[in-house]
């Protein structure tokens, strides 16, 4: 019996390129973030993805910032690109909304939300109550919840 061979319709298909994705940048900061706060505050990255009303799908990728000990978590930023990595749009909770064509773009509007005072009063003040669960109750403490 002679098998049949499948022709290959697909053709050359193109390199793959070594660029950095949006969802590997982020990444990147939510693994340092683990590490600079001593996995108090621990970085995520959410990745979904959402249809438009002319079917177009965007990406979605949303950065966390979640503290264990709390049992809560943060979203800093949303970003949204197609399938195209760029250009892409960045929603960030401060309320500023970026526009990046490419990825230089992209880790500059990064830098300026992720060093916000906003956001690093909001990693301030969860590393000040984990910081403060953690120390224990004076002995005379007494608890005016009946």
Known sequence: MATLAIENLWGELPEIESA?????????????LREITKTELIGEVERSAKRHDDNDL?????????????????????VFHGMTMYPLKI???????????????????LKEILSDKAIKKIISSLLTQIQADKKPL????TSSVL
Do not use: H, M, W
Request: glycine share 2%; net charge negative.
């Open 20 to 32: 950095r994705t949006p969802y590997n940048i982020l990444l990147e900061q939510a693994v340092l």
């Open 58 to 78: 965007d990406f979605v990728l949303d950065l966390l910032i979640f503290a264990p000990s709390l049992k809560y978590s943060y979203n800093v930023l949303s």
């Open 91 to 109: 929603a960030s909770s401060t309320g500023k909304s970026y526009q990046c064509q490419n990825e230089a773009e992209f880790i500059k509007a």
């Open 138 to 141: 004076p002995l005379n403490y």
